[in-house]
């Protein structure tokens, strides 16, 4: 079973900063595209970012300018930059890969990790 491993998250401040990052070890995802997504308590899971092979990038509006993906293709990872973080951010946040971007934004990736929880007090 492919698994894709989160880290990163934690307890901040509003309008502090975090960095997330996901490792794949033992696999490369070779023409994969890779995506966070996070699930609020009681809500549904829902897109944050993705980002291509070829670092074309997409973003929710919630998140945008102050998130940023980015990934590293030698090194199998992904990152998530959050910055000017709100309280309803508070989630946990997944990683996910898939070789289609619009099935990845349908919250239907083949690949996901376990999470990790991003807390963001006010």
């Known amino acids: 079973q492919v698994q894709l491993v989160e880290s990163g998250g934690g307890l901040v401040q509003a309008g502090g900063s975090l960095r997330l990052s996901c490792a794949a070890p033992?696999?490369?995802?070779?023409?994969?595209?890779m995506g966070w997504f996070r699930q609020a308590p009681g809500k549904e899971r829902e897109f944050v970012a993705a980002?291509?092979?070829?670092?074309?990038?997409s973003y929710a509006d919630s998140v945008k300018g102050r998130f940023t993906i980015s990934r590293d293709n030698a090194e199998n990872t992904v990152s998530l930059q959050m910055n000017s973080l709100k309280p309803e951010d508070t989630a946990v946040y997944y990683c996910a890969a898939d070789l289609s971007l619009p099935t990845l934004m349908n919250v239907r990736a083949q690949y996901w990790g376990r999470g990790t929880q991003v807390t963001v007090s006010s």
């Open positions: 033992g696999r490369t995802f070779s023409g994969y595209v």
């Open positions: 980002i291509t092979w070829t670092f074309g990038t």
